[in-house]
Nanobody, 123 residues
Framework: QVQLVESGGGLVQTGDSLTLSCAPS????????LGWFRQAPGKQHVFVAG????????YYADSVKGRFTISSDNAKNTVYLRMHTLKPEDTAVYYC????????????????WGQGTQVTVSS
């Protein structure tokens, strides 16, 4: 059974940093593309960042480039999203998701999802 467990969300102030973790289990870590999405109230899932754990090739949404960094630790089967210079508009539930092999920016193309972790940035 595949599970993705996120952790690291919380309440921070504008300009602060926060690191999210995602620990997938039940899948071959190096065979999947792992993405972070976020969902604000009343909105759809939006792609934030993604990484293919086989070659560490990364992808970012324009809104977070230069502020967020995605990385993977293959020894720990864990993906991290390091978020810096947080803004109130970054407030959302952040989800980790996995899909086999190729990258995608569409939430519809992911096979597995975590339960989400809330990130709230106060102004």
């Amino acid at each position: 059974q595949v599970q993705l467990v996120e952790s690291g969300g919380g309440l921070v102030q504008t300009g602060d940093s926060l690191t999210l973790s995602c620990a997938p289990s039940g899948l071959t870590f190096s065979s999947y593309f792992l993405g972070w999405f976020r969902q604000a109230p009343g909105k759809q899932h939006v792609f934030v960042a993604g990484i293919h754990t086989r070659d560490d090739h990364t992808y970012y949404a324009d809104s977070v480039k230069g502020r967020f960094t995605i990385s993977s630790d293959n020894a720990k089967n864990t993906v991290y999203l390091r978020m810096h210079t947080l803004k109130p508009e970054d407030t959302a539930v952040y989800y980790c998701a996995a899909r086999k092999s190729t990258p995608s920016f569409s939430a519809l193309e992911y096979d597995y999802w975590g339960q989400g972790t809330q990130v709230t940035v106060s102004s």
